[in-house]
């Protein structure tokens, strides 16, 4: 069995944090009536989870299949086995985020933002196609601002992760690495065009079913997966190494300082301000963190926090909306179980949201995967 990039997955463990962190200071804004959140880019964690997947996939499996060249000795793999071995790493979390969604939404009633009673048929239709992965079509609206998932919104990105897995298997995997930089460089550009000109002051977003935030977010699903691809063949083309400062804690420090920057646009009065730097942070920084973590090692203690901050992040990052949803809806209801607002009180939901999610890996996702392995 190969090595784990053992820094990789704690840092996969920080943007997941940085994401429930960015999604609290949202309810923060909406219960003081802001029009906008103090930590602006941490939506961008998911163009570092693309970037990160696309480097796993490459490292793990292109020396796996049937039809490559340089196979390991012994193990060959086809599409159908490689989609069954990425089957059993998303599903059973994705099954559990959507479960806890519809929950959450009972818990308020069955009500979309403006406080009606959606249609059992509507939510029961979001629910299965929730349970496949499979987006809900713009005809039918529970949460009433275009969700394609909208009993666990922040799943739209791994609909995306199961289209890059299927991209992966069929196309990226058999590109010469002289294509897959022509499409890098493309794909880049791409981004950079839509992040100036599609008119949200982002280079994409992907939580919604309207063709502009759609399309940005395979836009950004089509740059960060190859990209991570291309820095793992070039990766294997030099010896990993331990360097003398704290890679971990550099690395994560740096990925902790991009996401949770405020909006740039505000604080510059310069429109183009926000892209810019959201291009930067995920054509230049976030490739920069993935191979600088990729080359240290750690021990000790510090093996065991970024082990444990790998292990949470996914679940973490599956289940940790619905409770966002619950907020957010007693605050707009004004029926807050824990009394009048306070800063506690995200606390207390961040608090939760790591406890339920250490409590999924360790007594539903890892030991139902192993058993489905076993299968």
């Known amino acids: 069995m190969k090595p784990r990039y053992d820094i990789l997955d704690g840092l996969r463990g920080v943007a997941a944090l940085c994401v429930l962190v960015t999604h609290l200071f949202e309810a923060i804004a909406f219960a003081n009536g802001d029009a906008e959140q103090n930590f602006f880019h941490g939506f961008l964690a998911v163009d570092f989870f693309f970037i990160l997947s696309g480097f796993v996939m490459g490292y793990a499996y292109d020396n796996r299949w049937k039809d490559s060249k340089t196979k390991e000795e012994g193990y060959t793999m086809g599409f159908w086995g490689f989609c069954k071995r990425r089957l ?22 069955f009500t979309n933002w403006n406080n009606e009673v959606v249609p059992m048929s509507q939510i029961a239709l979001c629910f299965l196609l929730g349970l496949f992965m499979l987006p809900s079509p713009a005809s039918v609206e529970v949460r009433g601002n275009t969700e394609i998932f909208p009993l666990n919104g922040p799943h739209w990105s791994l609909f995306f992760e199961y289209l890059g897995s299927v991209l992966y298997a069929l196309l990226l995997r058999k590109l010469p690495t002289k294509w897959l930089r022509i499409w890098v460089v493309v794909a880049g550009v791409a981004l950079v065009v839509n992040g100036l000109y599609q008119g949200e002051g982002t280079i994409g977003y992907g939580w919604s079913s309207t063709p502009y935030n759609f399309m940005g977010g395979a836009i950004r699903l089509l740059f960060g997966y190859p990209l991570g691809l291309l820095l793992a063949r070039m990766f294997r ?7 003398k400062i704290p890679v971990f804690a550099t690395c994560a420090l740096a990925l902790v300082a991009l996401l949770l920057v405020p909006s740039v646009s505000t604080l510059t009065g310069w429109a183009p301000a926000n892209p810019l730097f959201q291009c930067f942070c995920v054509i230049v920084a976030f490739p920069a963190i993935v191979w600088f973590g990729a080359r240290g090692v750690v021990s000790g203690l510090q093996k065991s926090i970024v082990v444990y901050l790998g292990r ?48 999924c890996f360790k007594f539903y996702d890892e030991p139902l995967r192993r058993w489905l392995s076993k299968k």
């Open 88 to 109: 059993i790493r998303l599903h059973p979390m994705a099954v559990m985020g959507c479960c806890l969604g519809l929950v959450a939404f009972a818990i308020q009633g």
């Open 312 to 359: 949470l992040s996914y679940p973490l990052y599956a289940i940790h909306y619905p409770l966002i949803y619950l907020y957010i809806h007693w605050i707009n209801t004004d029926q807050h179980p824990f009394g009048p607002y306070a800063w506690s009180t995200p606390v207390g939901v961040a608090i939760i949201a790591i406890v339920v999610a250490t409590l």
């Open 237 to 243: 083309e030099k010896k990993p190494s331990t360097v």
